[in-house]
């Protein structure tokens, strides 16, 4: 038989834990800093939410008597430093802190600025990769915007040197961090478009997320967005993402990291080039190898061997053409020499004076009728013309009592209408 008396119920060891927990004096008041989550205000006024960090999560509850005298209204993601008690709850078993105060974190708050303005120019289209300039392969100039002192410049440098110490670099000094940075960053992006750069580095070594903020301003990424040259971001270590990281055309993780995306290694562009070279000579005896089994092809052809042959078609051709071309001429003389002889058995030619007869009678019958039809004719049978305003009058109707002009046949009288009577 098992003893039972040694066995506690779950109430009993949750009380148990609860006394343990609030008889600790580490736990009577802990300051605890985290990211607000789930959050709930009850109609009591009580506040329930969650604070959390990369890898844990604590339940928290703030009573109306001190949640009443927070001078803000806690958000989910907002960043929070909390003053309380840790404690059990025992219906649940779950141990949670009573929160007795709460201010914002101001790293919290920038992370919510960051958030809010990577939002606003990610709806401008501003990350968009359509507007992501090309990184040369092999640059000739390159600018750098960063601290003129400092490690990010040396690793920068001796990167581009070691790797690729043909192209020239140019050197932009400027604030990286302070309150006037985001002014200098910006004036030397524009000042940087006027010395014909291939590709422009801009950044700064590993920081707090104040020390990078300049990085995170709305006047950087937008001059980032409008350079003509490509940029690449170089700011902070690799975990750190800024706005510039967003908006420039190419991201690197770290200053090191830009200067070898900026530039080939000098290894690899010599073995690219020897590469090309046996590529470009095996094509080369390629090329050669065809054209000699091309002329191996042509001499040994039937028609360079017997050349004549490439005239013969050409010859037969002629010929046909040259015998159309008589045949034509022949049946075009033929054809001229009937038409001749038809000529000379025609009457014109033969008897010339029986066509001028006929012309001469025709002619005269065209005179008589053009007699017939000459109204000077009529006039001398004795009929008049009669005009008045210089036209015909045909009926005693057209006339009025003016002026008329009498056409007989040898003369004109000009005579007066004294009256007029109509048949």
Same mark, same amino acid.
């Given at each position: 038989?098992?003893?039972?008396?040694?066995?506690?119920?779950?109430?009993?060891?949750?009380?148990?834990?609860?006394?343990?927990?609030?008889?600790?004096?580490?736990?009577?008041?802990?300051?605890?800093?985290?990211?607000?989550?789930?959050?709930?205000?009850?109609?009591?006024?009580?506040?329930?939410?969650?604070?959390?960090?990369?890898?844990?999560?604590?339940?928290?509850?703030?009573?109306?008597?001190?949640?009443?005298?927070?001078?803000?209204?806690?958000?989910?993601?907002?960043?929070?430093?909390?003053?309380?008690?840790?404690?059990?709850?025992?219906?649940?078993?779950?141990?949670?802190?009573?929160?007795?105060?709460?201010?914002?974190?101001?790293?919290?708050?920038?992370?919510?600025?960051?958030?809010?303005?990577?939002?606003?120019?990610?709806?401008?289209?501003?990350?968009?990769?359509?507007?992501?300039?090309?990184?040369?392969?092999?640059?000739?100039?390159?600018?750098?915007?960063?601290?003129?002192?400092?490690?990010?410049?040396?690793?920068?440098?001796?990167?581009?040197?070691?790797?690729?110490?043909?192209?020239?670099?140019?050197?932009?000094?400027?604030?990286?961090?302070?309150?006037?940075?985001?002014?200098?960053?910006?004036?030397?992006?524009?000042?940087?478009?006027?010395?014909?750069?291939?590709?422009?580095?801009?950044?700064?070594?590993?920081?707090?997320?104040?020390?990078?903020?300049?990085?995170?301003?709305?006047?950087?990424?937008?001059?980032?967005?409008?350079?003509?040259?490509?940029?690449?971001?170089?700011?902070?270590?690799?975990?750190?993402?800024?706005?510039?990281?967003?908006?420039?055309? %190419?991201?690197?993780? *770290?200053?090191?990291?830009?200067? /070898?995306?900026?530039?080939?290694? @000098? +290894?690899?562009? &010599?073995? $690219?080039?020897?590469?090309?070279?046996?590529?470009?000579?095996?094509?080369?005896?390629?090329?050669?190898?065809?054209?000699?089994?091309?002329?191996?092809?042509?001499?040994?052809?039937?028609?360079?061997?017997?050349?004549?042959?490439?005239?013969?078609?050409?010859?037969?051709?002629?010929?046909?053409?040259?015998?159309?071309?008589?045949?034509?001429?022949?049946?075009?003389?033929?054809?001229?020499?009937?038409?001749?002889?038809? %000529?000379?058995?025609? *009457?014109?030619?033969?008897?010339? /004076?029986?066509?001028?007869?006929? @012309? +001469?009678?025709? &002619?005269? $019958?065209?005179?008589?009728?053009?007699?017939?039809?000459?109204?000077?004719?009529?006039?001398?049978?004795?009929?008049?013309?009669?005009?008045?305003?210089?036209?015909?009058?045909?009926?005693?109707?057209?006339?009025?009592?003016?002026?008329?002009?009498?056409?007989?046949?040898?003369?004109?009288?000009?005579?007066?209408?004294?009256?007029?009577?109509?048949?």
């Amino acid at each position: 038989m098992n003893d039972q008396t040694k066995y506690l119920t779950v109430g009993a060891l949750t009380r148990y834990l609860k006394m343990k927990f609030d008889t600790d004096d580490n736990l009577r008041q802990v300051y605890l800093k985290g990211e607000i989550s789930n959050f709930k205000s009850h109609t009591t006024g009580h506040f329930y939410f969650s604070i959390k960090d990369e890898t844990s999560k604590i339940n928290a509850i703030m009573f109306q008597r001190n949640a009443s005298k927070l001078p803000f209204l806690p958000t989910d993601g907002m960043k929070v430093l909390v003053t309380g008690r840790i404690s059990v709850y025992e219906a649940t078993g779950n141990y949670q802190i009573y929160v007795e105060d709460m201010m914002e974190d101001g790293i919290g708050n920038l992370y919510i600025a960051f958030e809010k303005l990577k939002e606003q120019l990610s709806k401008e289209g501003l990350f968009n990769p359509e507007h992501k300039k090309k990184i040369p392969k092999i640059p000739s100039r390159i600018g750098i915007i960063t601290a003129k002192t400092g490690a990010a410049i040396r690793d920068i440098l001796s990167t581009i040197e070691r790797r690729f110490p043909y192209t020239e670099t140019i050197l932009f000094p400027s604030l990286v961090q302070g309150d006037t940075a985001k002014e200098d960053i910006v004036r030397n992006i524009k000042l940087a478009q006027n010395y014909d750069l291939d590709v422009l580095i801009v950044g700064r070594g590993g920081g707090s997320i104040e020390d990078l903020w300049a990085f995170n301003e709305e006047i950087v990424a937008r001059a980032i967005y409008d350079s003509k040259v490509p940029i690449i971001s170089a700011v902070g270590h690799e975990i750190d993402y800024t706005i510039s990281d967003f908006v420039a055309d %190419l991201r690197a993780p *770290t200053p090191t990291g830009a200067a /070898e995306l900026a530039v080939p290694n @000098r +290894k690899d562009v &010599l073995l $690219h080039l020897e590469q090309l070279k046996i590529r470009s000579q095996e094509a080369i005896f390629k090329k050669i190898k065809l054209m000699q089994e091309k002329l191996i092809h042509y001499h040994n052809s039937y028609i360079i061997k017997n050349p004549m042959l490439i005239y013969d078609n050409y010859r037969q051709k002629l010929l046909l053409e040259e015998d159309q071309l008589q045949k034509a001429m022949q049946y075009f003389l033929e054809t001229k020499r009937n038409v001749l002889q038809l %000529l000379k058995q025609h *009457t014109c030619i033969t008897h010339p /004076e029986f066509l001028y007869k006929e @012309r +001469k009678i025709q &002619l005269y $019958h065209i005179m008589e009728k053009l007699e017939i039809l000459n109204p000077l004719s009529v006039l001398k049978r004795g009929y008049t013309i009669t005009y008045q305003n210089n036209k015909v009058l045909k009926s005693v109707k057209e006339l009025t009592k003016q002026d008329i002009s009498i056409q007989l046949v040898d003369g004109i009288i000009d005579a007066k209408v004294i009256k007029i009577k109509e048949n």
